[in-house]
């Protein structure tokens, strides 16, 4: 990459705005990000439901975590390079003062700040933070992957893209496989816990009127 002077710069051949340089970026890295949190979401998905155990699938989970945050980060960050918006702090952090599509940029704002809360237990030791708080907290990704499913279908430029599409069909299909696996694993265990408890009682209930019996239940 280099630059030819005023505002243009030249990559591989072509030559683009400034404007453009950082526009495209944004986009490119909105693209990565929205992929890895997806991603992030099945692997979270697939942890819980005990469809996969141990440190790998953690450590996998919690890099495309960590990584999907921080590619949509640079996706907001690059935007304030952007001249033809203009796009300042206040509008990457404040919902509604956006000057691009407010509505639909501020569910990506929210969506930001879910994922960096979900992502705390992550990157801060567990010990600050109560088992309770850790799992409600992390169950707030799932909001996240919503909003910034809403947010690249009002606010994006590629939508009609090819890869876009594939990106966008891939992560609402495996994403919305793993929640709804998710959810299905979290109510038959709750079911089995309580069949398991049911069938204690009754033994226990059985124990219990043979002990009452004469003779301690001999017939």
């Not at 990457?92 to 979900?118: E, K, N, Q």
């Not at 590629?158 to 959810?183: H, K, N, P, T």
Request: proline share 4%.
């Amino acid at each position: 990459m280099g630059g030819i002077g005023g505002d243009l710069v030249k990559i591989g051949g072509e030559v683009f705005t400034t404007g453009m340089f950082f526009w495209a970026g944004s986009r490119a890295l909105a693209l990565v990000s929205y992929a890895l949190l997806s991603a992030g979401v099945v692997t979270g998905a697939v942890q819980s439901a005990k469809l996969a155990r141990g440190r790998r699938i953690y450590f996998v989970h919690r890099a495309l975590a960590l990584w999907g945050l921080g590619t949509a980060l640079g996706h907001a960050l690059l935007l304030v390079g952007d001249r033809e918006f203009r796009f300042g702090l206040a509008a990457l952090l404040l919902p509604g003062r956006s000057p691009y599509r407010p509505a639909a940029v501020s569910l990506g704002v929210v969506a930001l700040y879910l994922v960096g809360i979900a992502a705390l237990p992550f990157v801060l030791p567990a010990r600050w933070f109560p088992r309770p708080f850790r799992l409600n907290t992390h169950r707030l990704a799932y909001a996240a992957w919503v909003l910034a499913s809403s947010h690249a279908l009002a606010a994006g430029s590629d939508v009609e893209g090819l890869l876009f599409r594939v990106i966008f069909l891939a992560s609402v299909g495996l994403s919305g496989f793993g929640l709804f696996y998710r959810v299905v694993a979290a109510d038959g265990g709750r079911a089995g816990a309580g069949g398991r408890r049911a069938g204690r009682g009754a033994r226990a209930e059985l124990a219990h009127g043979a002990l009452e019996r004469p003779g301690g239940g001999a017939s």
